[in-house]
């Protein structure tokens, strides 16, 4: 199978998806499209187009402002190849992302099962295809001294201006502040958590900076005795932050926000552990910061689980078995 995409700067499909296609003997071509000015963009989609041949166009979440959408939406529709469209950034970002593309693909795939009842209506095939992790990159790693904390979180810290958007800024609060506020001892790695223009900042000394590679993450997973997840969703039954998949193949105990998607697809206290509230965190955290046994068995479990599940691989077969039939039929 062949399959060509055009946004080469979101690493966590890089080292994702594309990976275990790859692995699975795609031949997969990523040009960086972005890279050029518009008439060579032009050109160099053209050229790709004509000798690669591929089988159809894979589209991620947010590739808005990386190249000229209108032309290269025309130039797929002149060499007629199929154009798949993954979803990423719903369900927020539906109408100002997924809605740029969503109308010019031949097929949709989306974390969020809940957008499918949007994009049917539209006439457009789609399906749910969740996020996952790659085991080459999310495992169970010797533990470093930098990374080795009570408690971690790797995020960046965006602020959700609009009322529909706010639930991130509750899971901080849940979270992230009371632990501050007690003193744990606590390490925080992303963007703008020092910066008072987002509306909430940290201290520095519980800052660990602003940029971690990718691939490092899993080292600080494996490191930290407790880590923290936050999430922008609370509206969806599958959908929730790629890192929640990525924290258990690391084999990390998992403390996060209760979601529905959380609900869903794992169980409190067996696979991770959720709170609803700063109260409940505190509760939890001094719980389980004492009982390392229950912890480590909570870890092991969550890790066994994401494995069984939600690996790259099965988000492979998924594809492939949604997508394919619907391909033939073209």
């Not at 223009?197 to 000394?205: E, H, L, R």
């Not at 909570?298 to 039939?325: F, S």
Request: charged content about 20%; aromatic content about 16%.
């Amino acid at each position: 199978m062949k399959v060509l995409c055009v946004n080469h700067l979101l690493y966590y499909i890089n080292k994702g998806i594309f990976d275990a296609m790859l692995d699975y003997g795609y031949d997969l071509c990523v040009i960086p499209l972005g890279a050029y000015g518009k008439e060579q963009q032009a050109t160099v989609l053209r050229e790709v187009l004509t000798y690669f041949r591929p089988h159809y166009i894979f589209t991620p979440g947010w590739s808005v402002g990386i190249f000229d959408v209108d032309q290269f939406l025309e130039i797929v529709k002149e060499f007629k190849v199929p154009h798949v469209y993954w979803a990423t950034e719903d369900p927020i970002f539906t109408e100002d992302i997924s809605m740029v593309f969503v109308p010019h693909s031949n097929y949709v795939f989306t974390p969020a099962e809940e957008c499918n009842e949007i994009y049917h209506p539209l006439g457009i095939a789609s399906s749910t295809l969740m996020f996952g992790f790659h085991p080459r990159f999310f495992y169970s790693q010797v533990p470093k001294p930098e990374y080795q904390h009570d408690i971690a979180l790797v995020a960046n810290n965006f602020y959700w201006f609009s009322e529909e958007k706010n639930f991130r800024r509750k899971a901080l609060e849940d979270l992230v502040v009371p632990l501050i506020n007690e003193g744990y001892d606590i390490k925080i790695w992303g963007l703008n958590w020092t910066n008072p223009q987002y509306g909430f900042s940290i201290d520095p000394k519980f800052y660990g900076g602003c940029f971690v590679p990718y691939e490092e993450t899993a080292s600080i997973y494996s490191s930290a005795k407790i880590v923290l997840g936050i999430h922008s969703v609370n509206t969806s039954v599958t959908q929730t932050s790629i890192r929640t998949y990525e924290i258990l193949a690391s084999g990390a105990f998992y403390l996060t926000c209760h979601t529905p998607a959380h609900e869903n697809l794992f169980q409190n206290h067996k696979h991770l552990v959720w709170s609803k509230s700063a109260e409940e965190t505190l509760d939890l955290v001094k719980y389980y910061l004492k009982h390392e046994d229950e912890r480590r068995a909570i870890a092991r479990q969550g890790k066994a689980e994401v494995y069984r599940k939600h690996t790259y691989y099965h988000r492979i077969k998924e594809l492939e078995e949604k997508l394919h039939p619907y391909l033939e039929g073209c």
